[in-house]
């Protein structure tokens, strides 16, 4: 696995401790949409220290394959993050398997940039990493989500009840998946 691809129009990148600020700046300027759909921050989430300490975690389990965040770029604005595309929890052995989660910034939604990102990632995760399923909890009001999965290609398997407990409530997924074809 490489640690940056390229796609006609983008960059997917794994950053390491250097870039704290550049992803502080993605999270922040984000953060009203983001929190949404995501667990509750500890109090320091939002300090450049922490994002350090967060992406150096990251690129040590890139290199251990046990966990790989891309962050996306535009090829003409490579200074600025505009989303992101995590494969969490590899597990290897009989299964090959993992759960994707991605997240971009508004401004550049509808211009097909986490359908082209996705894409790419898909594609790395079953030829490059050799996995053999991918899963994605998405919650059932996340309707932008679920309309990329499917447009991806991930089929609906069900509803995993009171699945993440998201800004103090536990919240129910439904549950895609894709095999490699």
Same mark, same amino acid.
């Given at each position: 696995?490489?640690?940056?691809y390229?796609?006609?129009?983008?960059?997917?990148?794994?950053?390491d401790?250097?870039?704290?600020?550049?992803?502080?700046?993605?999270?922040?300027?984000?953060?009203?949409?983001?929190?949404?759909?995501?667990?509750?921050?500890p109090?320091?989430?939002y300090?450049?220290?922490?994002?350090r300490?967060?992406l150096?975690?990251?690129f040590?389990?890139?290199?251990k394959? &046990?966990g790989?965040?891309?962050w *996306?770029?535009k090829?003409?604005d490579?200074a =600025?993050? +505009? $989303? &992101?595309?995590?494969?969490?929890d *590899?597990v290897?052995?009989?299964y090959?398997s =993992?759960? +994707? $989660?991605?997240?971009?910034?508004?401004?550049f939604?509808?211009?097909g940039?986490?359908?082209?990102?996705?894409?790419?990632c898909?594609?790395i995760a079953f030829?490059?990493l050799?996995?053999?399923?991918i899963s994605?909890?998405?919650?059932?009001?996340?309707e932008a989500?679920?309309?990329?999965?499917?447009?991806?290609?991930?089929?609906?398997?069900?509803i995993a009840?009171?699945?993440?407990c998201?800004?103090?409530?536990?919240?129910d997924?439904?549950?895609?998946?894709m095999?490699?074809?």
């Amino acid at each position: 696995m490489k640690f940056s691809y390229y796609t006609d129009r983008l960059v997917l990148k794994i950053l390491d401790g250097t870039s704290a600020c550049d992803v502080l700046r993605f999270h922040s300027m984000n953060r009203e949409i983001f929190e949404q759909y995501e667990a509750q921050r500890p109090y320091h989430f939002y300090t450049e220290k922490y994002q350090r300490k967060i992406l150096n975690h990251e690129f040590n389990m890139c290199i251990k394959q &046990t966990g790989v965040r891309f962050w *996306i770029y535009k090829k003409t604005d490579p200074a =600025c993050i +505009i $989303g &992101t595309v995590c494969f969490r929890d *590899i597990v290897r052995h009989i299964y090959q398997s =993992c759960e +994707i $989660g991605y997240k971009f910034d508004p401004r550049f939604w509808h211009h097909g940039y986490a359908y082209e990102a996705l894409c790419k990632c898909v594609a790395i995760a079953f030829f490059d990493l050799e996995l053999h399923r991918i899963s994605a909890h998405i919650m059932p009001n996340n309707e932008a989500s679920i309309r990329l999965a499917e447009r991806i290609g991930f089929e609906q398997e069900g509803i995993a009840k009171k699945y993440a407990c998201i800004r103090g409530t536990w919240e129910d997924h439904i549950v895609y998946s894709m095999i490699c074809p």
